[in-house]
């Protein structure tokens, strides 16, 4: 008996001895009149344990089965559902096992069989947020995760993903290189889907942002920044007319990064219970299962009801925009030169000027090449190039190594010690003869 079951048998006591009312009972237990009427007759007939709730020390009457729970238990256990939470294990059991519980319950149960464990709540460093913005398609943040989405189970993919800033909603795809194609053709079906946002908030990657080349020991503060060339995507947003934002912090485009946040964990284990392996399945299984659900649970209205999109005008050619372009010089032959291809552009385009003049040459995302010269397309057409016919030259002759020169051998045998005397010489006529 508990501390206010001794408290009411006092009062229903005091009544019983006509020491004070049933009204002032009911006043001091907070009870109406009749509750204390009913009080009075249990205590006659049952004594002090009236005032005991009857099913106390019974099990409730919405009690789940133990055996449900058991089987609950058994189905988290296994490999699969591994470092899954109370509240994603609950939506499992319940979509895909036909047990339907809370995730209280499931939480308790987990707890219970030590497959989780609670944690205390910390206290945060408090932090001002930045409110959204007040329209869908006024700012979108855009942004790629590196992380290992299959667990070893197939190959290394990226996800790519915008998400508004108002509203929350979500649009992501799978790919397999972070590279600025990749990047083109999801922004590509984002244009076709939505419309033109008013600005994309991005990091200062490489694929939006070209850096300042600077020596080492340069330094760079007191220095002016100069002003770089876009890159192929700020190219393309400023012919699209939209806004590109930097952002300088991975905090400042906190709605995206908590948006990784949460796919690296719900979304890595729905692709595991869904046993995905390849790059289609894992894209069929985001835009079916995941994304559906993020637009149901975590998608918000708009402060304003009013769409910052913008339609598509027939200036903006998206084929033209979302490809590589570079310029490139018309050779005397009326022929253009693209990373090791020669193109030739037909004898019905050629008009005064164009030898020598600078064309802008476009590689589309569909792998054409198109090549524009002012606002007006040429028709190309690629052509082999004439083989460099290699002359064979003759080598030339190797002078032939000669031996060394010997010296005269007209002293060979010339021995002054051995020779004949001087005066014998002259006795013998070698000398000079005399005239007479």
Known sequence: MTQGDRDRLVALKKVKKKLITQREAAEELKVSVRQVQRLLCALCERGDKAVVHGLRGKPSNRKIDEQQEQAAIRILSSPIYQGFGPTLAAEYLGNKHGIQVSKETTRQWMMRAKLWRGKKARVSEVHVWRPRRSRWGELVQWDTSEHDWLEGRGEQLYLIAMIDDATSRLFARFVRHDSTEENMQLLRSYLEKYGRPVAFYTDKASLFQTAEKRKRDEPGVEQDPVKMPPTQIGRALRELGITWIAAHSAQAKGRVERNFSTAQDRLVKGLRVAGVSTLEDANRYLQEEYLVWWERELTVEPASPDEAHR?????????????????????????????????????????????????????????????????????????????????????????????????????QDFNLKKGPKVWQAAEAGYGPRATG
């Open 311 to 411: 339609a598509l005008e027939k200036s903006h050619n998206l084929a033209a925009s979302l490809s590589h372009v570079e310029r490139r010089q018309v050779r005397p032959d009326y022929t253009v030169r693209w990373y090791g291809k020669l193109y030739q552009i037909e004898r019905r385009a050629v008009r005064p000027g164009l030898r020598r003049a600078a064309v802008r040459v476009e590689q589309r995302l569909d792998g054409s090449v198109a090549v524009r010269y002012q606002e007006q397309y040429l028709p190309v057409q690629e052509c082999a190039e004439a083989k460099k016919v290699k002359v064979s030259r003759p080598k030339p002759a190797v002078p032939r190594r000669s031996e060394p020169r010997r010296g005269s051998d007209w002293n």
